[in-house]
Structures are given as structure tokens and as C-alpha cells.
């Protein structure tokens, strides 16, 4: 079991990391931070560059906790509240990833939930400093704190089409028109 979860962390948090540098970086075929903020941008999200950065950084950071191992479920509700935004985005677009759905973000936040309950295994830092199997309450605060600050966070910093921050499914040009 030990190898599988370090296979598992290995790739889920290497592959987190790695679009995390491609957010923020010309690195593994990303299109720099200004690449970063335009696709924000394009999706509809306001903060421009602290936006890109803040999911980059994110990404990079539960990404390389998860692959470590260290503060497994702390790693995964960030990586499951990245990803979970990463799905919103794609929601309308269906479930395959071939049409640009939402099918790769959900398996990250599957995975990322997974690590949260199973814990990261022996061969982990997590391990080497005595915290390798983690109280149940640290892993259930994880599955609904990560997704749900990925939903807030959507709510938060969308936009409607025209520029307008969404609030109850109006807009503030429409509200401020009442």
C-alpha cells in the first residue's frame, strides 16, 4: 500500500505542481504570468495578476506538499480548492476532457480527497515526523474546506460577461440600474 500512495502523491502533486508552473512561468510550456492573467482573464475571473499568482503559487506549493507527503491533508484541501475553481470554469463545457470539460480537474480533486483519507503512506515526511496517519477530523475539515474555498473563491472573483462581479446571480450594473 505504502508504494502505491507514493506512486499516487508522486504524479497528482507533480502534475498540480507542474500547472502551477505553467501559470506563473515560461517553464513546461507555460506562457509566462502575463499568459497566466489573460487566461484568468478570459475566464472571467477579476484580480489579474495577484489572481494568476495566488492559483499558480497554490498549485505549486499543494502540489509539492502532496508529492513530500508533508501536511497531507492541509496539501490536498489546497489542491482540491484549486482544482475545484478549475472545474467551475470548465462546468459548462461538460464532463470529457476532449470537449475542454471538467473530467481532468475532478479526477485531481478524487485524488488529492483520497490522499486526505488514506494519509500519505510510510515513505513520506509526513512519516519521518511522526504525523503519518492523521486524525479523521483533519481529512473530513479537508474535503469540505478545500472544495468549498474553491467555490467561495469562484463566487468571489467571477465576473459576469460585460465586467460586472456577480452577486445572487445579478450583476452590480444591473443592481446599481434597480
Given amino acids: 500500500m505504502d508504494s502505491g500512495l507514493l506512486v499516487l502523491r ?3 502533486g507533480l502534475l498540480i505542481a507542474g500547472h502551477g508552473v505553467q501559470k506563473v ?13 489573460e487566461e484568468f ?6 484580480g489579474g ?17 502532496l508529492a513530500a507527503g508533508l501536511l497531507t491533508p492541509l496539501a490536498a484541501m489546497a489542491a482540491m480548492g484549486v ?10 463545457k461538460g464532463l470529457w476532457v476532449q470537449n475542454d470539460g471538467y473530467e481532468y480537474p475532478l479526477v485531481l480533486v478524487t485524488a488529492a480527497a483520497a490522499l486526505a483519507l488514506t494519509g500519505p503512506g510510510h515513505w513520506s515526511l509526513d512519516h519521518l515526523i ?48 434597480d
Fill in 10 to 12: 508522486l504524479v497528482v
Fill in 25 to 37: 512561468s515560461y517553464r513546461l510550456g507555460g506562457n509566462g504570468l502575463a499568459g497566466g492573467t
Fill in 41 to 46: 482573464r478570459r475566464d472571467g475571473f477579476r
Fill in 49 to 65: 495578476r495577484l489572481t494568476a499568482l495566488a492559483a499558480g503559487g497554490s498549485q505549486i506549493g499543494a502540489g509539492l506538499f
Fill in 83 to 92: 482544482m475545484t475553481v478549475a472545474g467551475t470554469v470548465k462546468r459548462h
Fill in 130 to 177: 511522526g504525523e503519518a496517519s492523521w486524525p479523521l477530523w483533519t481529512s473530513l475539515a479537508a474535503l469540505v474546506i478545500g472544495p468549498g474555498s474553491g467555490l467561495a473563491t469562484r463566487l468571489v472573483l467571477h465576473q459576469a460577461p460585460g465586467g460586472g462581479h456577480t452577486t445572487n446571480g445579478r450583476t452590480r450594473h444591473a443592481q446599481a440600474a
